[in-house]
């Protein structure tokens, strides 16, 4: 197994030990509207597995568009599932689901960009 083989499992655990303390801080009564400020969890349907999955994520939000910067892009996966036309996903904020359309786009830095047009 080559060097990336035996980083992958290393950072997935690392990442999924990070999300667990953004999902605590994020439900928190001291800190929670804070951090809910910039970290929403988005919700999806694996295009290939069919399996949902929800991670947290920071965002910025203009009216009915919310912009997702992916972070490490080549070390992370679930924007993957938004490539092309792009799909169905949701995000919780205001205490509330909101459902959407995603597309993901790369730009020629190798930046990922999650766009998504929340349904009105």
Request: hydrophobic content about 35%; glycine content about 10%; charged content about 25%.
């Given at each position: 197994?080559?060097?990336q ?30 951090v ?85």
């Open positions: 197994m080559g060097q083989g035996q980083r992958r499992p290393l950072l997935a655990r690392v990442a999924a030990r990070f999300n667990r303390h953004v999902l605590r801080l994020r439900s928190s009564r001291r800190w929670g509207r804070l809910q400020r910039r970290i929403t969890v988005v919700t999806y349907t694996g295009r290939r597995s069919g399996r949902t999955f929800s991670t947290p994520v920071s965002y910025r939000r203009a009216g009915d568009t919310v912009t997702i910067s992916v972070k490490l892009p080549d070390v992370k996966n679930w924007w993957r599932n938004f490539t092309g036309d792009g799909g169905p996903i949701s995000l919780h904020f205001d205490g509330v689901e909101h459902p959407g359309h995603a597309v993901a786009r790369r730009d020629d830095r190798g930046r990922v960009t999650v766009t998504v047009a929340l349904d009105s």
